[in-house]
């Protein structure tokens, strides 16, 4: 009896095996399918929405690890710096509401208020959600602060010494 039992094990193994093989295979077709469809697609993009981009990220400043900020609140504070002050450009560029900018605009919040004083590093520069032009160069920027019109890799005193 103890060798029937034995014999009989290895089968339902296999047959258990083999269902789930089966099953690995139904379920694979299924996801090629709903991934041809656009469905699969879809849901994973809505997966990494959910999961956060760089932008929902919080930033810290590089040189100041005590200030900590939403990535989209640097990049307001970036494209004020630049010399931007019309509210619906800066919020239609980095994705915030016109009274989400007005109050980093009143610097209420203290880590705003530290940032504003700090400054934007050198260096450091903020993708916007969509293109604006540069005051200073006109050109139609992606990154605040512009490239082109401000000091990147050298000193902002050092650099206004060479301007003068």
Not at 104 to 124: C, F
Not at 146 to 158: T, V
């Amino acid at each position: 009896m103890g060798s029937k039992r034995s014999l009989i094990e290895p089968s339902s193994l296999l047959s258990k095996r083999a269902k789930r093989d089966r099953m690995n295979v139904l379920i694979c077709d299924e996801v090629r399918q709903s991934a041809s469809n656009g469905c699969e697609a879809s849901e994973a993009d809505k997966r990494q929405e959910r999961r956060g981009s760089q932008r929902t990220r919080p930033w810290r400043h590089p040189s100041s690890p005590h200030i900590k900020l939403p990535y989209r609140v640097a990049a307001a504070v970036a494209v004020m710096e630049m010399g931007i002050s019309d509210y619906s450009v800066i919020a239609h560029a980095v994705g915030l509401s016109v009274e989400e900018v007005e109050r980093i605009d009143m610097v209420e919040d203290p880590a705003v208020r530290q940032l504003a004083l700090a400054g934007i590093p050198v260096g450091e520069s903020f993708k916007l959600s969509r293109r604006i032009r540069c005051p200073k160069c006109q050109a139609k920027i992606a990154l605040a602060p512009c490239i082109a019109c401000h000091p990147h890799g050298r000193n902002r005193s050092a650099a206004s010494d060479m301007e003068s």
